[in-house]
């Protein structure tokens, strides 16, 4: 695979290199654009990464590095269509509105539960297409500014 540097310069004129590896295909785990997005957002200091960083748990305490992820997954989907296996098929589909709605993320932005206890909605190996989060980055990386707290 090969490897991406963006640079970035912050508020304070120092530099920061992320790395983001370029993938191949037409599909990426949604688990992982969630980590690429994350850390992209981390790096420009940005509202959304702070929001997953403190809505993801519950009460007082920040949520873990798994409902961080599912929170991200939450950002990307209100954007990006999201694609999975509705358990038992084997076939990707594209989840519907009306699905992600009833619908939420959880293990780390892997699976898609029905939000009522006891229901057989679920969706497995959720996906993104790569351009759809090439362009979510882009988006960052045009206009940072427009994602911090203070803009």
Same mark, same amino acid.
């Given at each position: 695979?090969? &490897?991406?540097?963006i640079?970035? %310069?912050? *508020?304070?004129?120092s ?8 993938? !191949? &295909?037409?599909?990426l ?5 969630a980590?690429?997005l994350?850390?992209?957002?981390r790096?420009? %200091? =940005?509202?959304?990464? %702070? ?5 993801s ?6 949520? =873990?590095p798994?409902a961080? *992820? ?7 989907? &209100?954007? !990006? @269509?999201?694609?999975?296996k509705?358990i038992?098929?084997n076939?990707?589909?594209?989840i =519907? !509105?009306a @699905? ?5 993320? #959880?293990k780390?932005?892997?699976? *898609?539960?029905d ?5 057989? *909605?679920?969706? #497995?190996d ?5 351009? @759809?989060?090439d362009?979510?980055?882009q ?11 203070? =803009?």
């Amino acid at each position: 695979m090969l &490897g991406l540097v963006i640079v970035w %310069q912050n *508020l304070f004129g120092s530099i920061k290199n992320i790395e983001i590896e370029a993938r !191949k &295909g037409e599909y990426l785990p949604l688990r992982e654009a969630a980590v690429s997005l994350y850390s992209i957002h981390r790096a420009v %200091q =940005s509202m959304w990464a %702070q929001a997953a960083e403190s809505m993801s748990g519950h009460g007082i305490t920040r949520g =873990s590095p798994e409902a961080i *992820l599912d929170y991200m997954a939450i950002v990307i989907s &209100g954007k !990006k @269509d999201i694609y999975g296996k509705r358990i038992p098929s084997n076939m990707r589909e594209k989840i =519907s !509105k009306a @699905d992600l709605r009833r619908c939420h993320f #959880v293990k780390g932005a892997t699976k *898609l539960e029905d939000n009522f206890p006891g229901s057989q *909605l679920c969706f #497995v190996d959720l996906e993104v297409r790569t351009v @759809d989060l090439d362009d979510l980055i882009q988006e960052v990386q045009n206009n940072p500014e427009a994602f911090r707290e203070d =803009s």
